[in-house]
């Protein structure tokens, strides 16, 4: 388990980054045990609210020690009422932070080249993630994408920390006029990559693991289901996913992911029951 | 502040819900889980099952919506992972038990049986019955009163049987009093009520499952309701009061209407260590309030007006 902790953090700042809000906190226990792939859940609406239940964000970084020690990093898209909230705060406030929580994004055994492909802020996870890669010798590509310029994320902090970076928007706004998985094929080619890494929407890591598995290599992917704990109580954040031992399961996003081999997400029936998950024979009625 | 209910004696009367907890080992990672009166589990049937189609949860004004459909690893996983984990690390555990027909519940209830790290069973009633066309055993009176039956029969006798009881019913009392005939040594008040959202951009059901189970504060005022019909009916039966605890307060509300502990499910969701602070701040609360004990605190809110005259009766009020 990701040794989760709860902490009130003192918020450090707030920062508009396109159509996005980061938010920097001071949380200590949280940045302790941070690893890319991890994110946090943040309690929203003030104490006595009537929204019970904690929001999910991937963590953008973490500074265990230094300047800035004990800060974390994410960022915020206006979604409903709870990211509104959200991004109505201002430093000094506080948040009601639960984290790390959920399975980080697998390393290498050793040096590989990889490509990064995020959408939307589901960039916001990579750039920690690229930076580990990086210093543990493995070439890295980076792809960001998104509907429209406006919900680019991270561009320029990929420039910065990798050297280069593709943008392709839906609409032409920015970069290549296209999909991310337009240029994936290129990038695979160009590092002779090993691995993919993605985050963003559900069809996009859907057609990432597509590719990669047409370049016969692994794509681990950070999902985004809707959660209740966040911390594994639950069971409402689940995913049907083949196991090792070749049968499917609903197995919990937020424990056992948010971090899953595309492969084995049975992308096609995410939302429905199929017969021959198992225990799925165990539900007359229900 | 030792709870009593029926034989089992607890150290404290706080205790997880079923569902909001699994197994306990989660929640480990906040607080010590022997902290607690007891971990009560998942409901647990004989065979692993898928539960149900995603999304699972709906958040609604102070409750959320459920449609999880007790999705588990069965019973023989459950025996040899969850409840040995717990008894390592010396938790006492209310096993809840499920099942699709009265005889699921008599075989779960004989695989528990002699097993020292069960300290009671909760039998979750709020199932859909298979051999009635699915409708839910705890909304019919011979329904419940057979299962509950069956369960106290086949049940190591020294091992206390709870009734946990739905609040969709006419009259909660009539399905109580059909479980204590049957055996039932107390009663768990109360599971979710069920609900259902529309989401006005698909225009479909929000949940997979159509209709989910609402939870929550939302439900607390209902589930009050329901622990003080059933004490002023059953007055020697004991309860296990839920529904919407968040902190002492609401905990002492269920108290005084009569139950003799409490569960606190959803709330755990929005604080992983709920249990722990609900527990210091009801023993502040009854502290606070002169209360030597917390069975003098049971069911405080029924006597008459001249046996409850503020602060300082209490105590003479128990003598
Ligand atoms: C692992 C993970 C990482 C995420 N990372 C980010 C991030 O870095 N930046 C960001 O802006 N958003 C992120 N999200 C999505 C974010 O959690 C939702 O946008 C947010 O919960 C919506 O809350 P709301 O009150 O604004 O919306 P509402 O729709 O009103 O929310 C109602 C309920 O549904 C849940 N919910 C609704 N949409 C989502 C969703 N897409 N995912 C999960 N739960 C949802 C909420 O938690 C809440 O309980 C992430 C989600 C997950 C699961
Ligand atoms: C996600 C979830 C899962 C639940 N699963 C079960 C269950 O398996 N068995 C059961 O008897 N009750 C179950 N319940 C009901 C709770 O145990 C409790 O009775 C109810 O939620 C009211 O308490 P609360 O408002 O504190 O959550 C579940 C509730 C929730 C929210
Ligand atoms: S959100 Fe509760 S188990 Fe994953």
């Not at chain 2, 059933?230 to 039966?237: A, F, R």
Request: proline share 7%; net charge negative; hydrophobic share 45%.
């Amino acid at each position: 388990m990701s040794n989760p902790v709860q902490e009130t953090a003192e918020i450090f700042a707030v920062a508009r980054v396109g159509e996005y809000v980061q938010f920097t906190v001071v949380a200590p226990g949280v940045a302790a045990g941070f690893l890319p792939g991890h994110f946090v859940a943040v309690g929203v609406g003030g104490e006595n609210t009537s929204m019970l239940l904690r929001r999910a964000f991937a963590l953008y970084g973490a500074t265990p020690s230094g300047q800035f020690a004990g800060t974390v990093q994410f960022i915020v898209a206006a979604h409903g009422p709870g990211t509104r909230w959200l991004l109505q705060r201002s430093a000094g406030e506080t948040l009601d932070l639960v984290g790390p929580l959920g399975t980080p994004f697998p390393m290498p055994s050793g040096p590989a080249p990889a490509v990064l492909v995020g959408g939307g802020y589901g960039t916001a996870p990579l750039i920690p993630l690229a930076n580990a890669l990086l210093a543990a010798g493995s070439p890295v590509e980076m792809i960001v994408g998104a509907s429209t310029a406006s919900r680019l994320f991270g561009e320029l902090v990929a420039k910065r920390t990798i050297g280069a970076v593709t943008v392709t928007t839906d609409d032409g706004s920015a970069g290549v006029h296209g999909r991310v998985t337009d240029v994936l094929p290129d990038a695979i080619r160009g590092v002779n990559a090993e691995v993919v890494y993605a985050c963003g929407p559900m069809p996009m890591l859907r057609a990432v693991g597509d590719v990669a598995r047409t370049h016969a290599i692994h794509a681990q992917v950070a999902v985004e289901e809707a959660m209740a704990c966040g911390i594994g109580v639950c069971m409402t954040c689940v995913l049907p996913v083949r196991g090792d031992d070749g049968a499917s399961r609903f197995l919990r996003s937020c424990v056992e992911g948010p971090v899953f081999d595309a492969d084995r997400v049975r992308w096609a029936d995410v939302g429905s029951l199929p017969d021959d998950l198992v225990g799925a024979d165990a539900m007359a009625w229900h | 502040m030792t709870a009593s209910l029926a034989t089992l004696s607890l150290p404290n009367p706080v205790l997880t819900a079923s569902g909001c907890a699994a197994a306990g080992r989660e929640l480990h990672q906040f607080f010590d889980v022997a902290a607690l009166g007891a971990v009560v589990t998942k409901s647990i049937m004989t065979r692993p099952r898928s539960g149900r189609a995603t999304p699972r949860m709906a958040e609604t004004p102070s409750g959320m919506l459920n449609s999880i459909g007790l999705q588990g690893p069965g019973i023989d996983s459950f025996i040899e992972n969850d409840l040995a984990w717990l008894a390592a690390h010396g938790a006492r555990t209310v096993v809840s038990i499920a099942g699709g027909h009265t005889d699921e519940y008599v075989e779960i209830t004989r695989k528990l049986n002699g097993n020292a790290a069960v300290s009671m069973l909760e039998v979750n009633i709020s199932c859909p019955n298979v051999e009635s066309r699915g409708q839910v055993f705890a909304c019919d009176v011979h329904a419940s009163s057979r299962v509950i039956g069956a369960v106290r029969r086949a049940a190591d006798p020294a091992l206390p049987v709870f009734a946990k009881l739905s609040p969709d019913v006419t009259d909660i009392t009539l399905i109580a009093r059909a479980c204590a005939d049957a055996g039932a040594d107390g009663f768990s008040l109360i599971n979710t009520l069920l609900g259902m959202v529309i989401d006005t951009d698909t225009m479909a059901p929000a949940l997979g499952g159509v209709t989910g189970g609402l939870s929550g504060p939302a439900i607390r005022p209902v589930a009050l309701r329901c622990v003080w019909q059933v004490h002023q009916k059953l007055p020697s039966y004991p309860i296990i009061g839920m529904g919407g605890i968040r902190c002492g307060l609401d905990a002492l509300q269920f108290i005084l209407a009569g139950a003799s502990a409490v569960s606190v499910g959803t709330a755990v969701f929005g604080d992983p260590s709920a249990p722990v602070r609900v527990l210091a701040e009801l023993e502040a609360a009854l502290d606070a309030r002169g209360f030597a004990s917390l069975a003098g605190a049971v069911g405080y809110a029924h006597r008459a007006p001249e046996h409850r005259l503020g602060p300082d009766a209490p105590q003479a009020a128990a003598s």
